[in-house]
Structures are given as structure tokens and as C-alpha cells.
């Protein structure tokens, strides 16, 4: 078997950067964040690794980890190296600074630190895991790379009359005051995907009513808007309330047993939001209509909604990840079955004698008998 060589360009130093942080912890699940972490750390101890070694750490699947590791790829935080086999031959970790376009040192010639793990085979095709990202999303070339934003130009912004009124209303529903990053943000939306206020305040709020209050989700859904052309506030409704997921939105009243009415608004927005937010495919939206069905034996779109959230929520995008989850499910059932129908120790009580029945015979009536009978 080959060897990654797994590098930093953080010369060395085992840290978690404010950027990651900022623009990245947040849209990261739990199994991305741990793989990423623990990365760091194999750096600092030069700890042998391997994905199997990570998995059985943490519990996980070697399918969950490899999703993961192509996670942190697509964010741009590390790159993997393959040989002619498809095989991975290194992994290095990137420093978050540069993504965001923020001065940061040079990256010595030769890695300063590496770490040798055992080689394993990437999931060809594998899905990717965008975690808000829909899958129709294609970034306008304009914000393939963010632009970093001085402390002038932020200012700027912030005095800005109509900027001020976003801000405020930015805080009010998201429920907090503003970060550094969360303006640069906002400011990028302004700037460089040229948003007009009143639409950046339509956007802030349609993803708080969405339960999505952090920026960087905010900043993806910003992102496929510029990419369908959306200029103004009735386009941004538009797109939730008419035509973009009518086939789809069928599709679901159909699988739920609904018939004889029409599509109405809430049944678009419910669609839009797996579709559109979650990026969701119509097979997965319909699966989680039959498990309502098998259920309830009603039809609900709350609890469709709730399926899609905690397949969301735990990184389940495919309906081979569904029947996995479904699978490490079962299998812990059965375990806690087994655990619950064993017999407890039973130990016998000190006056034994008392929990047998006392005979209440008649010897003398029972002698008598015998005799009268010879």
C-alpha cells in the first residue's frame, strides 16, 4: 500500500485560525469539523494516520470520512494529490487567510512537517457535501474568490445612509451585533454581486425565516441568486412562489396522496427550501415523502420538513447515505434490544424456605383412612 504525505503551510504551527472560525466552523457538520481538527493535530504530533484509524476514532464510517476530506477540498482549505490509480499520495492543510484574500506568509519551498499515513481509496464520483450549497448553484465569476475589504472600505460602507437601515434590520433578525466577517460579507454582496439594499434585506431576512442565521449560508444563497440574474426584491419572491419547483412541487402531492387542489404558496416554499436551501435532489424530497406516509399514513409537509432537516443536519445527501443511516440505526436497536432482553442475575433469597407453599395435611385423618380401608 502507498503513503500520504500530509503537509501545512502553516509552517508548522498547530492553530485554528480566526478565518476558520469565522467563515467556515459554522457551515461545517460535526464529522467535517472533527476530521479537520484532528488533522491538525496529526500535524503538531506527527501522528501516524489513517482513514480507517480516524473512523474507528471517532466512530464514523470510512465513507463519512472520505466525504469530509472532499468537503474541506472543495472549501478550499486543503488539497489532495493522487497517483495514476486514483489514489491519494499527500494531503496538505492551506491557511484559511488566503482564501479570504488576507496578507499571510510565503510557504516555505519543502513542507516543514509531515505525517505518514496508510493510503486509501477515494470514493470515486463521491458526492460532495455542500451543507446549505444547492446543487444547482454556480457561482457568477465575480466571486470565484472573495475580495478582501479594508478597514476603509468597511467604514465606508457602514456610513453609507441606506447601509445603516440593512445593518440594523441584519442584526434585528439575526438576533445579534455583527462580526468583522459578517460585513465583509454583506459589503461583498453590495459590492461585488452589486445587490441593491432592499434585496440584501429580503435575502437576510427569507434565510432567517429559513433558520439559517449564519453568513456564510447567507452568502451561498446570495451567490445562486446572482447566478439566476435576481436583481430585485418580486424577483427573489418570485422565484420561491412560482414556476422554478412547480414540477417538483407536483411531484410531492402526489407522493404524499394529495390530490384535487392546487399548488399553493406554503407547498412551493416547503419544496424551495429542500431544493433550493437544502440541495436536495427529487428523490431524496420523495423518499422522505414515503417514510411520512409509512409513518403517519397522512400526508404533512412538517414532517417531510423534519426528515429533510435531520438528513440535512447529519450529512445524508443520497439515498445510499439514507439506507447506510438507516442501517448503523438498526444495527443499534438490535444492539439495545439484546442489551434489554438479557435476564438479570438472580440470586436467592435468605429464607428461601418461605417462598415454598406449606402442606396443610391431616396426618391423623390420612392414618385413619388408611386403616379403614384394610
Known amino acids: 500500500m502507498g503513503q500520504i504525505l500530509l503537509t501545512s503551510q502553516n509552517n508548522g504551527i498547530t492553530q485554528i485560525s480566526n478565518l476558520f472560525i469565522d467563515e467556515h466552523m459554522t457551515d461545517a457538520n460535526e464529522v467535517e469539523l472533527k476530521l479537520y481538527l484532528y488533522l491538525l493535530r496529526c500535524i503538531s504530533g506527527n ?4 482513514i480507517g484509524s480516524i473512523a474507528e476514532r471517532f466512530n464514523y464510517s470510512e465513507r463519512d470520512i472520505n466525504r469530509a476530506l472532499t468537503y474541506w477540498q472543495k472549501a478550499g482549505l486543503l488539497s489532495v494529490e493522487f497517483d495514476g490509480n486514483d489514489r491519494v499520495t499527500s494531503i496538505c492543510l492551506k491557511d484559511p487567510a488566503a482564501l479570504a484574500g488576507a496578507p499571510t506568509q510565503a510557504a516555505p519551498a519543502e513542507p516543514t512537517q509531515s505525517v505518514r499515513a496508510q493510503d486509501f481509496q477515494m470514493i470515486q464520483n463521491a458526492q460532495t457535501v ?4 444547492p446543487s444547482s448553484f454556480t457561482p457568477a465569476p465575480s466571486s ?33 451585533q455583527l462580526a468583522p466577517a459578517d460585513l465583509r460579507t454583506l459589503l461583498f454582496i453590495y459590492d461585488a454581486l452589486s445587490f441593491p439594499v432592499d434585496l440584501i434585506s429580503y435575502l437576510v431576512e427569507y434565510c432567517v425565516n429559513s433558520d439559517h442565521r449564519n453568513m456564510r449560508y447567507i452568502e451561498k444563497v446570495a451567490l445562486a441568486w446572482a447566478d439566476r440574474g435576481i436583481t430585485t426584491v418580486d424577483e427573489a419572491k418570485a422565484m ?3 414556476g422554478q ?4 412541487a407536483f411531484a410531492v402531492l402526489r407522493a404524499l396522496g394529495i390530490s384535487g387542489r392546487t399548488i ?3 407547498d412551493m416554499e416547503y419544496v ?14 420523495l423518499e422522505a415523502c414515503n417514510r411520512t406516509i409509512a409513518a403517519i399514513s397522512s400526508p404533512s409537509f412538517q414532517y417531510v420538513d423534519s426528515i429533510l432537516k435531520k438528513w440535512y443536519d447529519s450529512g445524508v445527501r443520497t439515498l445510499d447515505d439514507a439506507s447506510a443511516a438507516d442501517e448503523q440505526f438498526q444495527a443499534a436497536k438490535k444492539a439495545e434490544e439484546e442489551k434489554a432482553s438479557k ?3 438472580r440470586t436467592m433469597p435468605r429464607k428461601a424456605a418461605a417462598n415454598f407453599s406449606q402442606r396443610n395435611d391431616d396426618f391423623n385423618a390420612l392414618a385413619n383412612k388408611i386403616i379403614m380401608n384394610q
Not at 501522528?47 to 489513517?50: A, F, G, I, N
Open 343 to 345: 435476564p438479570a442475575a
Open 245 to 248: 419547483y412547480r414540477k417538483e
Open 264 to 266: 399553493v404558496n406554503s
Open 272 to 285: 424551495a427550501k429542500w431544493m433550493g436551501d437544502y440541495g436536495f435532489p427529487i428523490e431524496m424530497v
Open 144 to 176: 470565484d474568490i472573495k475580495p478582501f475589504y479594508s478597514v476603509d472600505q468597511m467604514n465606508d460602507f457602514k456610513n453609507k445612509e441606506d447601509v445603516k437601515q440593512l445593518l440594523f434590520v441584519a442584526e434585528m433578525h439575526m438576533g445579534k
Open 130 to 133: 455542500q451543507d446549505a450549497q
Open 240 to 242: 420561491g412562489s412560482s
Open 47 to 50: 501522528l501516524p494516520v489513517s
